[in-house]
């Protein structure tokens, strides 16, 4: 399963999938097109872990700073999204 949505007034997207790295659902956010987590419910909905890039990440490809507020309403659309799914 892999699906999309996008924040279009702060140019946030989200790609959610099943990756084989991980047993459940997961949600990546980009911003610009540029990675800024990954949101894992492998421990369950309760207890969900975000991930940011590693240092193996390509330094164009991540996001290296964001406005706070657009952070927070991205971390919380992305933990919206995967309680929906």
């Given amino acids: 399963m892999i699906g ?11 790609l959610f999938s099943s990756d084989c790295n991980y047993e459940k659902l997961i949600i990546e956010a980009y911003k610009d ?4 987590f990954l949101l894992n419910q492998d421990d369950g909905l309760d207890n969900l872990r ?12 991540i996001l290296t700073e964001i406005n706070l ?17």
């Fill in 4 to 14: 999309f949505f996008m924040m279009k007034n702060v140019g946030i997207e989200f």
């Fill in 33 to 36: 097109g540029k990675f800024m």
């Fill in 50 to 61: 975000i991930e940011f890039p590693n240092s193996s990440m390509i330094d164009s490809s």
């Fill in 69 to 85: 507020a657009t952070f927070e309403e991205a971390l919380k659309l992305a933990k919206q999204l995967l309680r929906d799914k």
